[in-house]
């Protein structure tokens, strides 16, 4: 993939243009403030800076900085640290709401120049020692995390839409911090590791950190001498970045991770587009299209989306970047407008993306929601379907892929059904975020590992992580009256003695919706234990021999078995969930009474 040579980019700068020129706009938030689409929204922020005017601005004390290095535990800092931004984010878009309030516009040089103190903007936990190191060879101030790069970006968009209101001692101040803190340690300091990661963070850190460089270099006596060899570090990352996406453009860290990375390689992209005056286009690459088609296909049913890796099991979408991609790229569906993102639901309080929410929101009305269908994402092995029937909103998927993804979880030929908005064969996503969470200690975590998953245990074994474990796409088919794929998973196993393991799932949509799923596996010889475990996160009742329903808040799942030959066993097992909440979960354990070297094994799964 080829991006821009320093060449070009010199000349794209020469062009000239303004940066964010919605948010610049006086007549963009005269809409917000009286348009009727922007009320709820409006009203959340404004409930927000109300609450925090209330509320005392206080410092991060060494206390709380410590606890990870100390504990391991993440929560409590975060929480402080991330009501800092959610302080700077919210009284940033009041004081372009209502510039004329005067507490707007002092809170918010209050908190602006409360994290100015903050001893580092990165968090402890992607810091060595936790940010404690006595001697570190990159000090902690200058260290480039996710979350410091983010902050460059929040503050240099912040000095310039509000350049001339807020206090010059302020903005000078900010501006100076970010150049400190952020620029020029990534200009000097040797390349930390995601400047070549084809994860997120290239994407997060290596655009905050080129958005807030296009802000403060542009103001120097000669920009292009600056910004161009910037920006073509810049991009470098931005193009490892991509390099981690096949040609179905399906993110496999899931969806929150595409909003997150591709979220901010799309605020990047937009300021480098109208700084170059156009000529720098980096959504015209390819695969970014299909990227940015990725968000439709992972919607399952209302709000209910595919959850593998470390997501959720359900989300909220960015209306500001949902409708400045449907611009982009025609043809784009958007979700429902019911399942726009709160401006609380963020809990790092991401100034970009709640900026865009008002600034790049369709001034006119947006036909929103998701069509039905059928979606394969090969290179990823996702397989997707939406679909309505007897007056339930279905949807179904299911995965092959590897055991060494980003964010991964062992699950290969994992399977989950929501109905009408509720996942109720489920997928945990992501667990509590620990120090031990992203170790060697990973798959220890019951959401990580495979037996928090809905697939098959062999021979008293689970999957196993690593490149080697993975499954194969084998088929798939999509009828008016099923939609078929079968996938090999018994590659995700390192049992000798299994030869094969097929998994076929099959949605059938003829009387009601049926989700059936069939298993053939091969063995050398007489396997010792086999086992179908299914995910619930309500406890499953007996409803008659061979059947155990799941009831939900507004659907019922039956579960249907042959119990003339498997036994059916349900336990209950507790879980910390990515808020730091437990949270209950149930397996359903379907095990063969006679085992065969030969042996089949199906269940139907059957909405009520």
Same mark, same amino acid.
């Given at each position: ?5 320093l ?23 005269a ?21 925090l ?61 409360? /994290? ?27 260290w ?136 720098? +286009? ?27 890796? +470390? ?66 994402l ?5 397989? /997707?379907?939406r679909t309505?029937? +007897?007056?339930?909103?279905?949807? /179904? ?15 290969i ?11 109720l ?6 667990g509590?975020?620990t ?10 975590y ?36 099923? +939609? ?19 998994r ?9 919706v ?14 010792t ?50 808020s ?29």
């Amino acid at each position: 993939m080829r991006m821009y040579s320093l060449i070009e980019i010199a000349d794209g700068i020469r062009q000239g243009g303004v940066l964010f020129p919605q948010g610049h706009d006086a007549q963009q938030w005269a809409r917000v403030r009286s348009e009727p689409q922007y009320d709820v929204m409006r009203a959340e922020v404004v409930a927000a800076g109300e609450e925090l005017l209330a509320t005392p601005l206080r410092a991060i004390p060494f206390s709380l900085f410590r606890l990870y290095h100390d504990t391991g535990a993440r929560t409590t800092y975060e929480m402080a640290y991330f009501e800092h931004r959610r302080r700077l984010t919210a009284f940033t878009a009041l004081c372009l709401l209502y510039p004329e309030d005067a507490r707007y516009r002092a809170a918010l040089e209050d908190v602006i120049w409360a /994290v100015c103190d903050e001893f580092t903007w990165a968090l402890p936990a992607h810091m060595p020692e936790g940010g404690l190191a006595l001697e570190p060879a990159y000090p902690q101030r200058e260290w480039v995390d996710l979350f410091a790069a983010e902050t460059g970006f929040a503050l240099a968009e912040a000095c310039s839409l509000l350049d001339g209101v807020l206090a010059p001692h302020v903005l000078q101040r900010a501006r100076s911090e970010v150049r400190s803190r952020v620029l020029e340690p990534f200009l000097r300091h040797p390349a930390q590791w995601w400047q070549t990661s084809t994860n997120n963070w290239a994407a997060v850190c290596a655009g905050a950190v080129g958005a807030a460089g296009l802000y403060l270099y542009r103001d120097e006596a000669d920009p292009v001498t600056r910004l161009t060899p910037f920006l073509g570090r810049v991009l470098g990352c931005l193009e490892s970045f991509l390099t981690g996406f096949d040609d179905d453009g399906a993110c496999t860290e899931g969806l929150l991770y595409w909003d997150y990375g591709f979220g901010f390689f799309t605020y990047f992209a937009a300021l480098l587009h109208e700084a170059t005056g156009g000529t720098l +286009d980096l959504f015209a690459l390819p695969k970014v299209e299909a990227i940015a088609h990725f968000q439709e296909k992972a919607f399952l049913s209302g709000n209910a989306i595919v959850s593998f890796s +470390d997501s959720t099991r359900n989300a909220r979408y960015n209306p500001g970047l949902a409708h400045y991609l449907a611009r982009r790229f025609p043809g784009m569906a958007v979700p429902d407008a019911a399942f726009r993102a709160r401006f609380d639901d963020d809990h790092c309080y991401r100034f970009p993306a709640a900026l865009r929410r008002f600034a790049w929101l369709e001034p006119r009305p947006v036909a929103d929601g998701l069509t039905d269908g059928a979606f394969l994402l090969p290179d990823a092995q996702w397989w /997707v379907v939406r679909t309505h029937a +007897d007056g339930h909103e279905i949807g /179904v998927a299911a995965k092959g892929g590897r055991n060494d993804e980003s964010h991964n979880h062992n699950d290969i030929g994992n399977v989950i059904l929501a109905v009408d908005g509720e996942q109720l064969l489920a997928d945990l996503g992501s667990g509590e975020y620990t120090a031990t969470y992203f170790g060697p200690e990973r798959y220890r975590y019951l959401c990580n590992d495979s037996r928090g998953h809905s697939v098959p245990r062999v021979d008293g074994m689970g999957q196993r992580d690593g490149g080697a474990f993975h499954g194969t796409l084998l088929s798939h088919a999509s009828t008016p009256a099923e +939609d078929t794929v079968s996938l090999e998973i018994g590659t995700a196993y390192e049992v000798p003695n299994l030869r094969s393991l097929v998994r076929t799932v099959v949605l059938d949509k003829t009387a009601g919706v049926t989700l059936r799923i069939h298993d053939r596996y091969r063995f050398a010889a007489m396997p010792t234990a086999v086992s179908e475990r299914f995910i619930a996160l309500q406890a499953p009742a007996v409803v008659a021999p061979g059947v155990l329903r799941i009831t939900g808040e507004h659907a019922a799942l039956d579960v249907r078995y042959d119990a003339a030959t498997l036994t059916a066993t349900v336990t209950q097992e507790g879980y910390s969930n990515h808020s730091a909440r437990q949270e209950s979960v149930w397996f359903i354990d379907l095990a063969p009474i006679t085992l065969t070297p030969e042996l089949e094994i199906a269940v139907e799964f059957h909405v009520v």
